[in-house]
């Protein structure tokens, strides 16, 4: 499986935009780039996904590099609500692709300061 | 809307009991996942559920059982707990099992001790 890099931790204040990185050197072509959040003491939620071209929806922006080596998240106001854990995970969208475990790893754990 | 609902959110066990934890999905998904997550770590598998009938082991799968009971509903079964065993256990669905789209939907998470 395609493994992704991620910071443990980063820091922001609310209302500045936050640029979380994530480093995927291994990613085959059929991988879309998913991300998760969880916040404290609740289950992961669904952020946003991609496979080439940058996405954008209420909730972030995704922004993918050329060679698709790396992305990043980005929220573009930090508010108290976004402090949480966010995973970055790769999964295969081939045609032929049946059931794939979605690892979540350790993730980076964004603080947001008033 | 309800989405996916764990019961129960909290439970204390001593080593050697039994208990089940209860997941229900109402977004007519056809798979359905357990996860455990340990302080620190990310999420692992335990087991899953392809589509109602079927069910196959993840990456942690011992001391563990699962019942897809229909398509709503699957649950997770401790025959003897042990210590190792605390954890935060988290029940997931999908519309599909495959595929590229698709979120997954969690539930808040049923936090076990097993002393």
């Known amino acids: 499986d395609a493994k992704t890099t991620q910071p443990n931790s980063m820091e922001s204040n609310e209302e500045e935009p936050v640029h979380l990185p994530c480093n995927h050197s291994t990613i085959s072509g059929t991988d879309y780039i998913h991300w998760y959040r969880q916040l404290p003491s609740q289950g992961p939620e669904y952020v946003i996904h991609g496979l080439t071209s940058n996405v954008n929806n209420r909730m972030a922006s995704l922004a993918i590099a050329e060679d698709r080596k790396s992305s990043t998240l980005i929220l573009h106001r930090a508010t108290l609500r976004d402090a949480a854990v966010y995973y970055c995970i790769l999964r295969d969208g081939g045609p032929n692709t049946g059931f794939q475990k979605l690892v979540f790893g350790t993730g980076t754990r964004l603080l947001v300061s008033p | 809307n309800a989405g996916v609902t764990q019961t129960p959110k909290f439970q204390v066990l001593k080593t050697g009991q039994s208990m089940t934890l209860q997941c229900a999905q109402d977004m007519n998904h056809n798979s359905m996942y357990w996860y455990r997550q340990d302080p620190g770590m990310g999420l692992r598998l335990i087991y899953y559920s392809a589509s109602e009938g079927t069910t196959d082991k993840g990456e942690v799968p011992n001391g563990y059982n699962v019942s897809r009971l229909n398509k709503r509903e699957f649950s997770l079964r401790l025959e003897s707990a042990a210590p190792s065993q605390t954890s935060v256990y988290f029940c997931?669905?999908?519309?599909?099992?495959?595929?590229?789209?698709?979120?997954?939907?969690f539930g808040e998470g049923s936090r076990l001790t097993v002393l």
């Open positions: 997931a669905s999908r519309r599909l099992a495959g595929g590229s789209t698709g979120e997954l939907f």
